[in-house]
T-cell receptor
Framework: EPEVTQTPSHQVTQMGQEVILRCVPI?????FYWYRQILGQKVEFLVS????????KSEIFDDQFSVERPDGSNFTLKIRSTKLEDSAMYFC?????????????FGPGTRLTVL | AQSVSQHNHHVILSEAASLELGCNYS??????LFWYVQYPGQHLQLLLK??????LVKGIKGFEAEFIKSKFSFNLRKPSVQWSDTAEYFC???????????FGKGTRLHILP
């Protein structure tokens, strides 16, 4: 099972501030995915990213969100102007090392708290 | 659009009891099916998956699930649960043509020692 780490584990921010969440797969991956889980609710898909481009995004992933691969290894999810309702666990996921696969392995998550 | 329905939000069992967690999905095409588990304080882990072939799939820690296409169901079972099975269990689906995984709301399982 491929490994992925996420930083920070917990981020507290003021409403309106920008946050950047990071995902670092242990080995090179071209595909990665972001999901979020608001407390007490189900895990929801945000965006999939392949080879430096967004391949699919949900209606949740509006203009305040962006993803990129800044240095060829880790992946980031940026929220430009956070809102109270952005408070959630954010999970990065990657497919098997062999490439794209419908199976995904999840990172430990970043707990984002917006005050 | 795909959706996943988990029948039970919270299940409490004693050790050695048998477990069955219900899951139904809604999608007209070919799907892949998953059960993920989240132990307290840990991240989501893949418990088992169904892509094709034998509809009865076996996963880790003695869990199994059966895909019944006619019922759009993928119920999770374990014949004898242990205290360490206390966790939240998520049924999930994705369409073969898609990348995104759609999750159910989860079932919180509490095993009494």
């Amino acid at each position: 099972e491929p490994e992925v780490t996420q930083t920070p584990s917990h981020q507290v921010t003021q409403m309106g501030q920008e946050v950047i969440l990071r995902c670092v797969p242990i080995s090179n991956h071209l595909y990665f995915y972001w999901y979020r889980q608001i407390l007490g609710q189900k895990v929801e898909f945000l965006v999939s990213f392949y080879n430096n481009e967004i391949s699919e995004k949900s209606e949740i992933f509006d203009d305040q969100f962006s993803v990129e691969r800044p240095d060829g290894s880790n992946f980031t999810l940026k929220i430009r102007s956070t809102k109270l309702e952005d408070s959630a666990m954010y999970f990065c996921a990657i497919p098997p090392a062999s490439g794209r696969g419908n199976e995904q392995f999840f990172g430990p998550g970043t707990r984002l708290t917006v005050l | 659009a795909q959706s996943v329905s988990q029948h039970n939000h919270h299940v409490i069992l004693s050790e050695a009891a048998s477990l069955e967690l219900g899951c139904n999905y809604s999608y007209g095409g070919t799907v892949n099916l998953f059960w993920y588990v989240q132990y307290p304080g840990q991240h989501l882990q893949l418990l088992l998956k169904y892509f094709s072939g034998d509809p009865l799939v076996k996963g880790i820690k003695g869990f199994e699930a059966e895909f019944i296409k006619s019922k759009f169901s993928f119920n999770l079972r374990k014949p004898s649960v242990q205290w360490s099975d206390t966790a939240e269990y998520f049924c999930a689906v994705n369409a073969r043509r898609d990348d995104k995984i759609i999750f159910g709301k989860g079932t919180r399982l509490h095993i009494l020692p």
